[in-house]
């Protein structure tokens, strides 16, 4: 670090000089050409290390709504409003904080609209869906071109939808956990001491 601060701090000493003797300064092709460019390729780098970013977080958010849901919700029918009400509200409003729906640069940055939670009971399982829904990713750069001229013979179904992702947002990512009726743990009863 030490070596870097000291090549900058030389460069500027020397510029400074050259102008202070009266002659005049010159553009670095580096700068003027390259850096341009590379800040380009570091915004895209971003955006789809937060598409990847989001996958993730959508994979841990399901598996603990999905596990929440099996150990704390009941199989009697008459708590079915509590689960409804109390329970999923209470799972839902964890995961749109750590997904990233209350903090409004993790949400733009990782182009955040819209999260339901869905919950299908079943004889033997539960099914527990979160769906999130996002915008655009704003990079116009990338859609300067329509996608049948991008997405041609090599690639498929997997460039347009990538493109669509991309250009014109409002997608939806859906994960789907299965887990059993029931995992918690029963009250032990010794016979002959009810």
């Known amino acids: ?13 020397r510029a ?4 202070s003797a009266g002659r005049p300064g010159q553009a670095m092709t580096e700068v003027v050409l390259l850096f341009p460019l590379f800040l ?3 915004f895209i780098t971003a955006k789809i290390f937060a598409l990847l970013v989001l996958v993730q977080k959508l ?11 099996q150990l704390e919700s009941h199989l009697n029918a008459d708590y079915v409003s509590w689960d409804e009400n109390t329970l999923k509200k209470d799972i839902e409003k964890n995961l749109r ?14 182009n955040l609209k819209d999260m339901k939670l869905d919950v299908t009971r079943t004889q033997v ?6 769906t999130v829904y996002t915008n655009a990713s704003g990079m116009k750069l990338l859609c300067k071109y329509p996608k049948q001229a991008v997405c041609t013979a090599p690639y498929g179904a997997a460039c347009m ?18 887990v059993p009726n029931r995992d918690r743990p029963i009250q032990f009863v010794l016979p002959g001491l009810k």
């Open 40 to 42: 380009v390729i570091v």
């Open 16 to 19: 400074a000089a050259a102008l």
């Open 125 to 130: 399982w539960n099914v527990v869906t979160l």
């Open 97 to 110: 904080g750590y997904i990233g729906f209350d903090t409004p640069a993790v949400s733009k940055f990782l």
């Open 161 to 178: 939808n990538g493109h669509d992702y991309l250009c014109q947002g409002g997608k939806q990512m859906e994960v789907i956990k299965y």
């Open 1 to 13: 670090m030490k070596i870097f601060t000291r090549t900058i701090f030389r460069s500027l000493r």
């Open 59 to 69: 994979e841990i958010a399901s598996y603990y709504a999905a596990r929440r849901w």
